[in-house]
């Protein structure tokens, strides 16, 4: 990769250290900022796993809070990741900022200066979340959500376009808001603070500019994908309807869109619309990130999806846990569309505030269209495995019913593990209840058998020696109709002896025939977060655990099989993980 020398911030791939600066906002508002930074040595030994319950590997400002991604880009040799940061406490804040932090891999981070504060009546009481886009002239743009300070409607929410102030500098580090913004306002038939989160923007084969705003219609529960049109990116105009829109869905919240090939796994750029690719509209409400694939037509603003929102469990969903306000960039060094989610705490505020920090990103994962045409496949993307070390491996190894088999020899509390599961051959089963008779909240429940052919079996992860504290990533193969189902599940309820953390379970049904399939299940369990990815990708599940005693050393791994009868793991390879250095800069 090109690299860019600088005076004030060398890179930590090369260097190891960022030399000490502090930055002082003082914006036209009453608000100031500072952002001290310091050697990354010093910090590294005030790093991660002393801290109860902090990750490793995954994205985080050094302290304090974080919640959606925004507008992650590759420019210049960096990858770019900014983020809704509150830096003055670890709980969600009225005055957010956008932090921002580099990187040349997506796993190690460099946290520099915040890129937006507010400092102008349009984005006075928050700089919320928005999305990049990179102009013909290889310039990179911003389109952001500013609470405005408005004398009738209370923190108005409007769009606001920022420039970079100086484009040659690889690290993007100033930005500037033209005279002209904020250049889009909520429109009249949507409620003044239901209006926010830019998309990247596409151009149409007229060479207009697209981007959609998420919104909701007023008086109603009707969320919508509100579409904007620009010749300039400059001067937008509201098309008159909207791209998307479903009753009963109330406040469509971080919408992405963008076109993903029909064949192969590589990523397209954002304007690319022929006859080799659908698109995604995936846009945040009810609490998860859901997405629907279709045909996009730009000359008439037509986009015909093969599904529907119906804010249910039905619904497509990139993640079946805690997960939510993703955000998605086009790599072109690589050729990959890499997806970022925040993944929100479920300890106290007390916890956090003890912590020092709150909430964390996803695992950057690479998304591309499953060959059925029906789902997007999500895989951690490669550079992840870098940090693989001490491994041990089984084959073809019997898991007896009602039993344990423990996984010794990594850093449980810190690992990747990839294992596949082979059953005998499938055949009538008629004492087993039909799963159709089965609620869902029956099924996503580890401990209930009904409607169960085999299972539940799986990992227990993050667990104690007495198995007192565990959580569990499971399968249980189900009768249904003629054939059979895959259910995937974590249990979060034996997680924690703490009694002040949300425990749920999550669940799934994986699109696969298990009589002509194996079961495959990777996860990478993180001290508080496991994210887990079923049958190759076609399901995850992201789960937070605070355990009080698998912690570090004394964390320990399973797998279990909690059904009749017996299954085989087929093969299963499990690796400790190194530490990322992660915002290690930053104080």
């Known amino acids: 990769m090109e690299f860019h020398e600088d005076s004030t911030i060398i890179f930590l791939a090369r260097s190891q250290e960022c030399l000490y600066k502090r930055y002082t906002y003082r914006p036209k508002t009453s608000f100031s900022y500072q952002f001290p930074l310091q050697s990354v040595r010093s910090s590294m030994a005030h790093h991660g796993n002393d801290v109860l319950n902090r990750t490793s590997f995954h994205f985080q400002p050094h302290r304090n809070w974080i919640n959606d991604p925004n507008a992650p880009m590759y420019y210049k040799g960096f990858y770019h990741m900014f983020y809704q940061h509150n830096n003055l406490a670890p709980k969600f804040s009225n005055i957010m900022i956008w932090g921002h932090s580099v990187s040349q891999d997506m796993v190690n981070w460099i946290q520099l200066e915040p890129a937006f504060v507010p400092t102008e009546s349009y984005d006075r009481h928050s700089c919320w979340s928005g999305s ?58 949507v409620p003044h603070d239901c209006f926010r989160d830019p998309t990247t923007g596409w151009q149409g084969q007229d060479g207009v500019w697209r981007v959609l705003v998420g919104a909701k219609e007023i008086n109603t529960e009707r969320g919508m994908a509100v579409l904007y049109r620009s010749d300039d990116f400059v001067e937008w105009t509201k098309y008159p309807t909207p791209l998307l829109a479903k009753e009963h869905t109330g406040m469509w919240e971080c919408p992405d869109f963008f076109p993903v090939a029909i064949t192969g796994k590589e990523g397209v750029e954002n304007s690319v619309n022929n006859a080799s690719v659908k698109h995604v509209l995936k846009v945040s409400f009810g609490g998860h990130d859901c997405y629907v694939i279709g045909k996009y037509s730009s000359e008439n603003e037509d986009f015909v999806a093969d599904s529907e929102f119906t804010n249910t469990t039905s619904d497509l969903r990139y993640d079946h846990g805690t997960f939510y306000a993703s955000k998605a960039f086009f790599d072109n060094v690589k050729n990959r569309r890499i997806n970022f989610g925040w993944v929100v705490e479920t300890d106290s505020e007390e916890d956090d505030f003890e912590k020092g920090w709150s909430g964390l990103l996803s695992l950057p994962r690479e998304m591309w269209l499953d060959t059925s045409g029906k789902r997007l496949i999500q895989w951690p993307i490669e550079e992840i495995n870098y940090l693989r070390t001490k491994q041990v491996s089984l084959d073809n190894t019997h898991l007896s019913g009602c039993s344990n088999l423990e996984i010794s020899g990594i850093t449980a509390a810190q690992a990747d593990v990839e294992v596949t599961f082979d059953l005998p051959i499938l055949e009538g089963n008629p004492q087993v ?94 001290h508080s977060v496991i994210e887990s990815y ?51 800069n930053a104080l």
């Open 433 to 526: 209840l039909d799963s159709d008779q089965v609620d869902d909240a029956v099924l996503f429940d580890r401990g209930s058998s009904a409607g169960c052919v085999y299972g539940p079996f799986g990992l227990l992860a993050l667990a104690s020696s007495d198995l007192s504290e565990q959580t569990a990533i499971f399968f249980k193969i189900i009768r249904r109709g003629n054939g059979y189902s895959v259910i995937m599940g974590s249990d979060e309820k034996k997680s924690s002896l703490r009694d002040n953390t949300k425990k749920s379970a999550h669940g799934t049904v994986l699109d696969i025939d298990p009589r002509h399939e194996k079961i495959s299940l990777r996860c990478l369990i993180d």
């Open 132 to 189: 990049a886009t990179i102009l013909p002239d290889g310039k990179p743009v911003i389109l952001y959500t500013g609470l405005e300070e408005h004398k009738e409607l209370d923190r108005r929410q409007v769009t606001v376009l920022a420039e970079p102030k100086d484009a040659s500098d690889p690290l993007l580090r100033e930005w500037v808001k033209p005279k002209n913004n904020p250049v889009m306002l909520p429109p009249h038939d």
């Open 534 to 584: 079923g049958a190759g990708g076609r399901n995850v599940i992201t789960s937070r655990a605070y355990p009080k005693l698998a912690i570090g050393e004394a964390a320990k791994l399973y797998v279990f099989n909690d059904g009749t009868r017996g299954v085989t793991i087929s093969s299963l390879d499990a690796w400790s993980m190194r530490n990322a250095e992660v915002n290690l």
